[in-house]
């Protein structure tokens, strides 16, 4: 990844400044990294073997920050599976209480675990926005990607949520569906894939849903080590980096969100959170924290975020471009 040029230089070519932060409207919280799952492309190497969680006293200070802070229009529950964590639904029915927009990153199959058997009927009570990974429509992929059998669960997990109204047309409940490419390769066009996947879902498993966000595997962590296996890290490398797509820079996450780990320290994207890169200045946890002063301030950049920058570009909230 090194022998790539510097991602600040990209920008200078594109006639850009220094990447730096807007005015923050997203905070986004890993709760853990314990996962029902262990899925080839995760850049959080989340797993049933995992057992870190956020405990309680980190929960509150976050919870502080978004009654402190009303310019965080939404928080956004991520792990491993969030919704593992014994303070998830505290989190919900609190962020809910304060009027804020609460997305749940769920794997589908943590709604037919043992211990989760209403754990879908919770998310409609409280409005929750659901962010679904299904990584393709067909059950070889994502059996491949994901586990055996996951497809056929995550299948049954969606037709629970239609069941309770999310997809579906006034409703209020809404259901986002997450594309990841099976491999060293970006996303196809976001619009399109949609249709796909609508076409698909519907006429054979009479599924609803309401957009599908293409994200790019980033490479670092359990994707980078599939890709040094195969040989590939310099390819995609060059890959990210010949795709690069200045007009994604203005949406980029990392200059709206401040990113949560589990033990309460802060970084500047979730994906910077996994390399351990802090924020630049003083603060570096939840109790230092003091939102406004991140405004203007410089985001930390790394190769790594060409991945974001290359081609339709790439966030937790989709194509940026």
Not at 223 to 243: E, P, S, V
Not at 249 to 269: F, K, N, P, T
Request: proline letters at 5%; glycine letters at 10%.
């Amino acid at each position: 990844m090194n022998s790539t040029p510097h991602f600040q230089s990209a920008l200078a070519n594109a006639g850009l400044g220094p990447l730096r932060r807007a005015a923050v409207t997203w905070l986004q919280v890993n709760l853990g990294r314990k996962c029902n799952q262990a899925c080839t492309h995760c850049h959080v190497d989340a797993s049933p073997a995992r057992t870190e969680m956020m405990d309680g006293p980190t929960v509150a200070r976050v919870l502080q920050i978004l009654e402190e802070n009303p310019g965080i229009g939404q928080i956004d529950l991520t792990g491993g599976a969030p919704e593992l964590s014994p303070h998830f639904r505290r989190m919900v029915v609190h962020a809910r209480s304060l009027k804020r927009r609460v997305i749940d990153r769920c794997n589908l199959t943590i709604l037919s675990e043992p211990g989760q058997e209403d754990l879908a009927e919770f998310l409609a009570e409280h409005q929750v926005e659901v962010v679904a990974s299904l990584p393709c429509y067909t059950q070889d992929n994502v059996d491949k990607q994901r586990g055996k059998g996951v497809f056929a669960r995550s299948i049954s997990g969606l037709q629970r949520l239609n069941s309770l109204g999310y997809g579906k047309p006034g409703t209020g409940l809404k259901l986002d569906l997450v594309y990841n490419p099976g491999g060293a390769f970006l996303p196809g066009p976001q619009a399109s894939l949609q249709a796909d996947y609508e076409r698909r879902l519907m006429a054979e498993h009479g599924i609803v849903f309401n957009a599908l966000l293409t994200i790019t595997n980033m490479p670092i962590k359990r994707f980078a080590r599939d890709l040094a296996r195969n040989g590939k890290t310099q390819a995609y490398m060059n890959l990210l980096l010949q795709a690069f797509n200045p007009a994604t820079v203005e949406g980029l996450m990392c200059r709206h969100l401040v990113s949560v780990d589990w033990q309460g320290a802060i970084y500047d994207c979730d994906f910077n959170q996994m390399l351990e890169m802090p924020v630049p200045g003083k603060a570096r946890t939840i109790w230092e924290l003091e939102v406004g002063a991140l405004d203007g301030a410089a985001v930390a950049v790394a190769d790594h975020c060409f991945g974001c920058t290359a081609g339709a570009g790439s966030s937790c909230g989709g194509a940026l471009a």
